[in-house]
């Protein structure tokens, strides 16, 4: 969402720059004819005996070189600055704290039973929850950014629910937002299984479960 902001400002903000390079930079620059070397200057008034050197092409043409550069630059990073809506993110096995793939036996003893941190999708952190009537882990993981800032969210024991140490957002056991100012849930990964035990995430697909709406972090 942050790149996608940038990226539209972008366009705008380089034709900007760059005319105001070629209008107040550019004739900074002088060259002096007896060391035939550059000199950059806070003045655009020569030294005595300096001569100021200046671009011989019409200041038109110089400026549509300067706008069709910025618009190129802007073009390039439209379309591969941002992964397409297409691109599936790729599934990968979670990792523990010391960065060893989880295996679902030994996870369930060691998380006792609460909602643990591992390092999934695009190697960011999610929290593996639990599994209700006897199985091990939930079929779906919670990513542990908090959707206000990005700061890590932590597990409140006693008060069965997820908060935010930096501005206080909180959210309830399904990562539904309980309190501001976080905007939207927790985002969601789908959990499995290999063959050899370990456990798996995957992009979410579908709706939403928990308010039936289209997932805003797949938007």
């Known amino acids: 969402m942050v790149r996608s902001r940038v990226i539209a400002v972008l366009p ?6 760059t005319l105001l390079h070629e209008k107040h930079i550019g004739c900074w620059c002088g060259t002096n004819r007896n060391t035939t070397k550059v000199r950059w200057s806070l003045s655009s008034v020569p030294r005595r005996g300096e001569q100021t050197w200046r671009d011989p092409r019409p200041r038109l043409q110089r400026r549509s070189e300067i706008v069709a550069s910025a618009l190129l630059a802007s073009v390039l990073l439209w379309f591969h600055g941002e992964k397409p809506a297409s691109a599936k993110v790729k599934s990968v096995v979670a990792q523990d704290k010391l960065f060893q793939d989880v295996l679902i036996s030994k996870w369930a003893k060691t998380s006792k039973g609460q909602p643990d941190l591992v390092l999934g999708l695009r190697g960011e952190v999610y929290v593996l ?9 939930r079929n779906y993981a919670l990513k542990a950014e908090c959707t206000h800032l990005g700061c890590l969210v932590n597990w409140d024991v006693r008060g069965k629910k997820f908060v935010c140490p930096c501005h206080g957002s909180q959210y309830d056991a399904q990562g539904s937002v309980l309190k501001g100012p976080a905007p939207h849930s927790l985002a969601l990964a789908q959990v499995g299984l290999t063959d050899d035990g370990k456990v798996k995430l995957s992009a979410w697909e579908g709706e939403d479960f928990r308010d039936g709406s289209t997932p805003w972090w797949s938007v």
Not at 12 to 17: E, G, I, K, S
């Open 12 to 17: 705008p903000l380089c034709v900007a720059m």
């Open 129 to 137: 929850l639990p599994g209700q009537d006897g199985g091990p882990v």
